[in-house]
């Protein structure tokens, strides 16, 4: 039984008069791990700040078509863009933690809710921690500052701090882009792990990594989209001949 | 003539290296000159009397415990009006709005009048606070004077100490499903409080020094302040005044040495602080 999440029809984006995104259709499934991949400038990641309307921030951003999640146009008037991002919840390339205690990173989100209760806050920091799998390693030292942990930790207290946000659906753009293959190893195991309650977008420029965890693939390429299929298809019977040359490493 | 004066280059290396030498210790001696000239006649006035004491008889004699009231209230209420204004337009010229013609017209404008020479400034005091609004001669129309005198100089620390904000911060709190005020409030304003902080300890420094714009809007008079409406005499004008009018020469040094410490402490305790806090963040 697969069930739509989000549904991306004609969608085109543009910043300025330059076309970053041409006429995109997918659907992605829930409680899957989609990955897209794709040379540098392909749109990946433009696509992912699309979807929760990040794009929003930059100046000359326009968009064509639609967008649906869980049924709601996105692009609609009356949509919430808070809750959109609270819904769709994102992990950039570089790790950001914000210069707080490692505490006041994961619980960021929720106090924007106005939620301050001491024994609630606790329970969320414990738990995205656990699912992030970095609980064990910094449960004894939560009131430090997050700016000390190594690149690996950072990036998984980001996903946690995403977690913390009870999101729906879990971007990740690049997220291993910039770590040692430990910590990749680490952060692919937690996707794995999430991907029973959470629906995962996955963009990655390591085509190695998309056929270790993704159920479906996605290959973008100068803003459009080139095919899209179960992993196992795309990287054996590639129906297009350019997704076979990147995978392939001809170009890249 | 570069062809001509040909040095080795270990020898050039010297000379430039003497030369920058000479320069900054020119800029370290005139500091030097300026502490030494008014603590070594201003200490010896120092005691506690002069600092608990009103002054008596135009100055000859007392303290000088309302100039300091005055400046600290003057100061105060400057820097009361000055910071919230002066940081919400750095906000909103950072964060709310995008670089267009408006934004220079106003960072233009804010620049202009760190230009005005602060005569003006007491001249528009006098004219607008004092005559018009008939806040008379008084600790608030000084104080508002010295607000938008050192406006352009916390405007300009706070839009650069939040543009130092990495952009990043704000794309993660809004991913985080922060509102643009929630972003400023909770990840911008944290991070650029240092920067902030030192525009307003600058703005202070200045606010206590100055004199022409204060000397046409609070007046001169030397009773201990009661209210806002108070004309009263900051520490740099009893200074001035002291001088100028050849009333006494040892207390117009005391009240300078005053001044200096008094300004020298601020910057110690603040960096102080501003150290603690910058550690404590990281």
């Given at each position: 039984m697969k069930q739509r999440g989000i549904l991306v029809r004609d969608f085109s984006h543009y910043y300025g008069e330059n076309r970053s995104l041409n006429n995109i259709n997918l659907d992605v499934y829930r409680n899957e791990i989609l990955g897209i991949i794709g040379p540098a400038r392909s749109g990946k990641s433009t696509f992912l700040a699309c979807l929760n309307r990040l794009n929003d921030l930059i100046p000359g951003?326009?968009?064509?078509?639609?967008i649906l999640v869980d049924d709601q146009d996105i692009y609609g008037p009356e949509v919430d863009v808070v809750a959109l991002r609270r819904k769709l919840g994102m992990v950039f390339a570089t790790p950001v933690p914000l210069p707080l205690t490692i505490y006041e990173n994961i619980v960021f989100g929720v106090r924007l809710l106005g939620n301050n209760d001491r024994?609630?806050?606790?329970?969320?920091?414990?738990d995205s921690l656990e699912k992030a799998g970095l609980w064990a390693e910094v449960k004894d030292r939560l009131h430090?500052?997050?700016?000390?942990?190594?690149?690996?930790?950072?990036q998984r207290l980001c996903i946690a701090r995403v977690l913390a946000l009870k999101p729906q659906y879990i971007m990740l753009d690049e997220p291993t882009s910039g770590l040692d293959p430990i910590s990749t190893m680490k952060i692919e195991d937690s996707l794995r792990t999430l991907k029973k309650d959470y629906t995962i977008i996955l963009v990655t420029n390591n085509t190695k990594q998309a056929a270790r965890v993704a159920d479906r693939t996605a290959?973008?390429?100068?803003?459009?989209?080139?095919?899209?299929?179960?992993?196992?298809?795309?990287?054996?019977?590639?129906?297009?001949?350019?997704?076979?040359?990147?995978?392939?490493?001809?170009?890249? | 003539m570069g062809g001509q004066l040909k040095l080795q280059p270990r020898t050039e290396q010297k000379v430039i290296q003497?030369?920058?030498?000479?320069?900054?210790?020119?800029?370290?001696?005139?500091?030097?000159f300026i502490l030494v000239v008014i603590l070594k006649n201003g200490l010896p006035q120092l005691n506690l009397e002069f600092l608990t004491k009103n002054p008596?008889?135009?100055?000859?004699?007392?303290?000088?415990?309302?100039?300091?009231?005055?400046?600290?209230?003057?100061?105060?209420?400057?820097?009361?009006v000055a910071t919230p204004l002066g940081v919400g337009t750095a906000i909103y010229l950072t964060e709310y709005t995008v670089e267009s013609r408006i934004t220079r017209i106003i960072r233009f404008g804010a620049e202009c009048?760190?230009?005005?020479?602060?005569?003006?400034?007491?001249?528009?005091?006098?004219?607008?606070?004092?005559?018009?609004?008939?806040?008379?001669?008084?600790?608030?129309?000084?104080g508002l004077t010295l607000a938008f005198m050192v406006l352009p100089t916390i405007i300009r620390t706070s839009e650069e100490a939040i543009k130092a904000v990495p952009p990043a911060y704000r794309l993660v709190s809004f991913?985080?499903?922060?509102?643009?005020?929630?972003?400023?409030?909770?990840?911008?304003?944290?991070?650029?409080?240092?920067?902030?902080?030192?525009?307003?300890?600058?703005?202070?420094?200045?606010?206590?020094g100055e004199t022409a714009a204060v000397i046409f809007t609070a007046g001169s008079a030397l009773r201990m302040p009661t209210s806002l409406f108070s004309s009263s005499r900051t520490m740099s004008v009893h200074f001035y005044i002291l001088a100028k009018e050849g009333v006494s020469m040892p207390k117009a040094y005391g009240t300078a040495a005053v001044l200096v410490i008094s300004i020298l402490v601020i910057n110690i305790v603040t960096y102080y602080l501003m150290e603690k806090y910058i550690k404590r963040k990281s």
């Open positions: 951003s326009r968009v064509e078509g639609k024994g609630e806050l606790d329970r969320i920091v414990e430090t500052s997050a700016l000390k942990l190594s690149g690996g930790q950072q290959f973008f390429l100068m803003g459009e989209l080139v095919e899209i299929d179960e992993t196992r298809v795309v990287f054996t019977r590639p129906s297009d001949k350019r997704t076979e040359a990147y995978l392939e490493g001809k170009f890249g | 003497v030369f920058m030498y000479l320069m900054t210790s020119i800029a370290v001696l005139v500091l030097v008596a008889d135009m100055g000859r004699e007392g303290g000088i415990l309302s100039t300091i009231v005055a400046t600290i209230f003057l100061t105060f209420i400057a820097l009361l009048l760190a230009g005005i020479p602060s005569i003006i400034f007491g001249l528009f005091g006098f004219i607008l606070f004092v005559n018009k609004l008939k806040f008379g001669w008084s600790i608030l129309s000084g991913s985080l499903g922060s509102t643009r005020w929630q972003t400023v409030t909770r990840v911008v304003l944290p991070s650029a409080i240092p920067g902030i902080v030192t525009g307003v300890i600058l703005s202070i420094g200045r606010s206590i």
